[in-house]
């Protein structure tokens, strides 16, 4: 009778076990398939994480160029919107963004954007007056950026990015950016180099 009691005791304590390793076996596979079907890992990033093109454009460059940047990268697109907006007539359009140059004028960005769910972030603006125009300096005052890698493009027929890049450092320096150093997005042949590139192509 007492080894009846104590091989059954045996044979218990193996099944509670089994019964155990099997639930933790299962639990793992739930956990792993559910990771698999995009629960957890998001489809539409790269190797840089979620991607956000923002941008703004006057006369459809820019947009054109944040469209087959938003393509390649599988990014959400989001264009920014102004208040007041800039005027879409060339004499008048100068004339605003020169004003807002000389007097300082960071114009209102009305946008709402949850920039929390997003790693990398490819700012798109047209180059006037050699710089970036003013609202470049609200986004950087409007959103926190802080811990995101932030990469510039610019569109302009005469003005490399180069021009831009100083005023942008301005706009970051110590609010914890890591800004690229951008590039002219004029044509998909440079898009598309500096995308594959900096491993930005989805």
Known sequence: MKSLIVNGGINMSKRIVSVIVSSVVAFVAI?????????????ATTATGKVLVVYYSNSGTTEDAAKKIQKQTG???VKLRMSPNYPSNYDKLTK??????????????????????????L????????????????????????GKTVVPFSTSMSSPMSVNRPYLKKMVQGKGINLQSGFRANSSKSINKYLKKNNLIK
């Open 31 to 43: 956990f792993l398939f559910g990771n698999m079907n995009g629960n957890t890992v998001k489809a």
């Open 123 to 146: 700012l798109g603006f047209p180059t006037w007056y050699q710089r970036p125009p003013m609202f470049i300096n609200t986004f950087f005052d409007k959103y926190d950026l802080k």
């Open 96 to 121: 605003v963004s020169k004003r807002q140059i000389d007097k300082n004028i960071h114009p209102e960005i009305l946008n709402k954007i949850n920039m929390k769910k997003y790693k990398t972030i």
């Open 75 to 77: 990014g959400d697109l």
